[in-house]
């Protein structure tokens, strides 16, 4: 890990080294950045890349509300449904849900979070890819596929391609606004700027898109938790 200054701003990055083509960049938490490159990859060309992105970075940084600590999680709603939370220390890391409880150990506390991200990632993606079948079938739209991500400060994407990424995180929003963010992407399949054309084509999917999206800005990234 190393510090780095960027427009006045400090920031924590995380180099992780893997089996991948390009630098990919992400900003984990408020003013840290993890970014992936592959394993030759010189340290100059990493700090040129960040440079690079330093308006993008500085931008979506100012996005991030401060997380609380995920170790403290007692509850948590998941569309509407409230779940109780418990995080104790065990001999390896796991996640259950029995019921309306959800289970966690971990043998380094430090993992908590990556533990809720991997384990709810695969719960998110069946709920949202089922979602987005259900909602493109009724207004006849067809999309290539969904990935599930995990970004900061974004909700969703829609590429030229079509298709759809979504933040997993988008299903601890209240039912209505989960929805919408899928809406929203669904809409890009046939408008991809957000033009006059673009609300009037989701007005028709959501009649209280307004409404939606004013709570996503407002809101939106206070529900993540990690």
């Known amino acids: 890990m190393q510090k780095i200054r960027i427009l006045d701003q400090e920031f924590e990055v995380r180099v992780n080294k893997k089996k991948v083509k390009s630098l990919r960049l992400r900003i984990k938490e408020k003013n840290i950045l993890e970014i992936t490159t592959p394993w030759l990859t010189p340290k100059l060309f990493i700090e040129k890349f960040i440079f690079d992105n330093s308006s993008w970075i500085v931008h979506h940084n100012q996005k991030i509300k ?10 948590l709603e998941v569309l ?4 109780e939370v418990e995080i104790k220390k065990g001999l390896g890391d796991s996640l259950v849900i029995i019921d309306n ?3 966690v150990n971990y043998k380094d506390e430090e993992n908590v979070g990556d533990i809720f991200d991997k384990k709810m990632r695969n719960l998110a993606g069946k709920l949202i890819k089922e979602k987005t079948l259900e909602l493109a079938k009724k207004y006849n739209l067809k999309y290539e596929r969904v990935g599930i991500k995990n970004q900061s400060s974004r909700f969703g994407s829609c590429s030229f391609g079509g298709n759809l990424n979504f933040n997993w995180q988008i299903i601890l929003f209240p039912k209505d606004k989960f929805e919408h963010v899928i809406l929203h992407e669904l809409t890009h399949l046939t408008v991809k700027n957000h033009s006059k054309d673009f609300w009037r084509q989701l007005a028709e999917y959501d009649k209280n898109w307004r409404e939606n999206n004013i709570w996503l800005k407002k809101e939106g990234t206070k529900r993540f938790i990690v």
């Open 66 to 75: 401060n997380k609380k600590n995920i170790r403290d999680l007692k509850s």
């Open 101 to 103: 409880k959800i289970f």
């Open 80 to 83: 509407n449904e409230k779940y």
